[in-house]
C-alpha cells in the first residue's frame, strides 16, 4: 500500500515555534507551511517559523508607549509613529529595541510590549506592536534594515479619517473602504472567528472579531508588502542551504531542488550533507530539516520509516519535499516561491481542495493538487506563493 501522501495542512503549533517545525506534529496527518513574507497577518499576519533569537544591532531605550499609540492610521502611509519605508533607526528613536524579533526568508519581525503571558509571537492578542522589515541581507537586525508593514492590536487607541479603529464593526470597516473582495475566515487562538479583511490596493488590512469587533490593523504601503526577488537584499544566507541545486526544477508528484520522492536518505545525506535538525512523526514518518543554520527552515524532507526504528536511516525512502525562499526553481510553466496565485490557477488550474487556515500566525491559502503531486501556500497578506510541496500523486 502506497506511504501515507504529506500535504499542508492544518497542525497546531506550539507557542513560539512554527506551524511547519516537524517537532509540533499533532497526528493530524496534515503539513501545513509557515508564513507570512508578510505576515503574522503579521499573526496575524505581519507576515512559520521557529522563533530563534536574531543578534541585534541595537541599543536604546524604549520610550513609553502612550507617546505613540493614538497616532492616526493612515493606509498606504503610516502609523504607531514609524513611516513605511523608515529605517529601523527610525523604529528604535520611537519605539526602542524590540521585546522580540525573529527572522523569516527574507523579513524580519519585531515585537513590542507583550499584552499577554504565554501568547506565542503568532498570538494577535499578544503584542502591541509587531513591525515587519525587509532585511537588508545579512541575517541581522540592522538599522538600515526597511519598515515593509507595522501592525497594532488593543489597546491602540489611533484612528483612520473616517473613525475605524479598535473595536470597529466589519460593517464599519466597508463603510469607510468599501466592499472588500480579498476576505478570509479562519478561527482565532481562543475559538472565535476571526475575518481577515484585506485591502492590498489602499494599504492596510483589518482583522475582525466576531467576539470584539477590529483587533488588528496592519499598513503596508500601497499594493501590500513588496516581494523581493533574487538578488535583492534578504535571505542570502541561506542560499547555502540548496547550493548547486537552488534553481532546479520543481516536476510535480515527481522532484524538487534536485531530490526525487523516492529517494533513500543517503541520496539526500550526499547531496545536503547531515540535517540541522530531524526526528520521527507521529504519522510514522522521519524528516531531515534544513536551515542553513540560522532562521527558519528552507528545506524540509520526508521519509517512509522503512526499518521502523523511528530514526533516518540510509534507505529511509522520501514521500514528500517541501521548499520554501531562497529556493527558486520552478515548475515546466514558471511558479515558484514568489509566484502569485493567480499564476498557479493558471498553470494547475483549479485546486482540488482550496483551505485558508492561520499558519505561523499568517492566514495562508493552501491550494492542493493532489492528483499532480503538489501542494501550495500562498500568503493572503502579499498574495504570493510561499511554499510549495511535491508529493507522490493521489487520489
Not at 117 to 136: I, M
Not at 369 to 380: D, L, P
Request: proline share 6%; aromatic share 8%.
Amino acid at each position: 500500500m502506497r506511504p501515507k501522501t504529506v500535504m499542508l495542512g492544518e497542525r497546531e503549533a506550539d507557542a513560539g515555534r512554527g506551524a511547519h517545525d516537524p517537532s509540533n506534529a499533532k497526528g493530524t496527518g496534515r503539513w501545513p507551511l509557515r508564513l507570512r513574507p508578510g505576515g503574522r497577518l503579521a499573526a496575524v499576519l505581519t507576515l512559520l517559523l521557529l522563533a530563534g533569537a536574531l543578534p541585534c544591532a541595537c541599543g536604546r531605550e524604549r520610550k513609553p508607549a502612550r507617546t505613540w499609540d493614538r497616532d492616526p492610521i493612515v493606509p498606504g502611509y503610516s502609523l504607531a509613529d514609524i513611516d513605511i519605508g523608515d529605517p529601523f533607526s527610525e523604529v528604535q528613536a520611537a519605539h526602542g529595541d524590540p521585546d522580540e524579533h525573529r527572522r523569516e526568508g527574507r523579513y524580519i519581525y519585531a515585537y513590542y510590549e507583550r499584552l499577554r503571558e504565554g501568547g506565542g509571537l503568532d498570538d494577535p492578542y499578544s503584542w502591541h506592536l509587531v513591525v515587519t522589515l525587509y532585511d537588508q541581507g545579512n541575517g541581522y537586525l540592522d538599522p538600515e534594515d526597511e519598515v515593509g508593514a507595522i501592525e497594532v492590536s488593543p489597546p491602540y487607541a489611533g484612528l483612520t479619517s473616517g473613525g475605524i479603529g479598535m473595536g470597529s464593526t466589519a460593517e464599519e470597516v466597508e463603510g469607510e473602504f468599501g466592499k472588500c473582495l480579498n476576505r478570509s475566515t479562519t478561527l482565532g487562538p481562543e475559538g472565535e472567528e476571526l475575518t481577515l479583511y484585506s485591502y492590498p490596493e489602499r494599504g492596510v488590512d483589518f482583522l475582525v472579531s466576531s467576539r470584539a469587533g477590529v483587533v488588528t490593523v496592519v499598513v503596508t504601503a500601497y499594493g501590500g508588502l513588496r516581494q523581493l526577488e533574487e538578488g535583492e537584499a534578504g535571505d542570502r544566507e541561506g542560499e547555502g542551504v540548496f547550493g548547486p541545486y537552488q534553481g532546479a526544477p520543481i516536476v510535480p508528484g515527481k522532484s524538487a531542488a534536485g531530490i526525487n520522492i523516492g529517494d533513500d536518505y543517503a541520496v539526500v545525506k550526499k547531496m545536503y550533507g547531515l540535517p540541522d535538525t530531524s526526528g520521527f512523526t507521529t504519522e510514522g514518518m522521519v524528516f531531515a530539516t534544513y536551515t542553513g543554520g540560522h532562521g527558519s527552515w528552507k528545506l524540509n524532507v520526508y521519509f517512509e520509516d522503512r526499518d521502523g526504528n523511528k530514526t533516518l536511516g540510509d534507505y529511509d525512502a522520501v514521500l514528500s519535499i517541501c521548499v520554501r525562499a531562497p529556493y527558486s526553481g520552478k515548475t515546466p510553466k514558471g511558479v515558484g516561491i514568489g509566484s502569485t496565485q493567480a499564476q498557479v490557477i493558471r498553470e494547475f488550474g483549479k485546486p482540488q481542495r482550496e483551505t485558508t487556515l492561520m499558519h505561523q500566525g499568517e492566514q495562508t491559502n493552501i491550494l492542493e493538487y493532489n492528483s499532480k503531486g503538489i501542494v501550495f501556500a500562498v500568503s493572503s497578506l502579499s498574495q504570493v506563493v510561499v511554499e510549495i510541496d511535491v508529493n507522490p500523486p493521489s487520489s
